[in-house]
């Protein structure tokens, strides 16, 4: 990968809700907004951001609101939004569960997870080699790998920590 391709990584940030159409789009309308949003993050220009089996299968499983009219809200655009980060880390299950806990304890939480997207994204910055040999490369390779798959099992242990809580005070 090319290290303007990082950068742009790094730069992104997905749009704020003000930014979020106001007006309920038809499915092929939400695809290709998704597909603007989200392409710099694509691996390749091969890969579907998000495609109508998928965007369905969200909406059978509640993880989005079902389109009315045939359209979907703005909400349920933020959620796909959030859906595909979260997608990268969870199952769909767990990405429910998430949802539903961020939309019980805080209205905006679309908004706070693009604000840390952004720190995130700021301090990681610093931190990530764009240059130098194939062994330092190598280096920030495993050190990548090893900080996503161990932020990975803690997001999980987290999650079932948050729902063990929640079901113990219904």
């Not at 390749?44 to 079902?66: Q, R």
């Not at 301090?123 to 280096?139: C, F, R, V």
């Amino acid at each position: 990968m090319q290290k303007n391709q990082i950068k742009k990584i790094l730069e992104f940030v997905d749009p704020n809700y003000e930014m979020i159409p106001n007006i309920p789009l038809y499915m092929d309308q939400l695809l290709d907004y998704l597909k603007s949003s989200l392409d710099p993050l694509a691996r390749s220009e091969s890969d579907s951001i998000f495609t109508k089996t998928m965007v369905n299968n969200y909406v059978k499983a509640s993880v989005i609101a079902p389109p009315e009219k045939k359209k979907y809200s703005k909400d349920a655009i933020a959620d796909l939004l959030l859906v595909y980060h979260l997608k990268q880390v969870f199952s769909i299950q767990d990405t429910k569960k998430i949802i539903d806990l961020a939309r019980s304890e805080n209205q905006i939480y679309y908004t706070l997870f693009t604000e840390i997207q952004a720190q995130t994204h700021e301090k990681i910055k610093s931190e990530i080699l764009t240059e130098g040999s194939k062994q330092a490369q190598i280096e920030q390779l495993f050190k990548l790998s090893v900080e996503a798959s161990s932020k990975k099992i803690l997001a999980e242990r987290l999650l079932d920590q948050l729902i063990e809580t929640q079901e113990s005070k219904e």
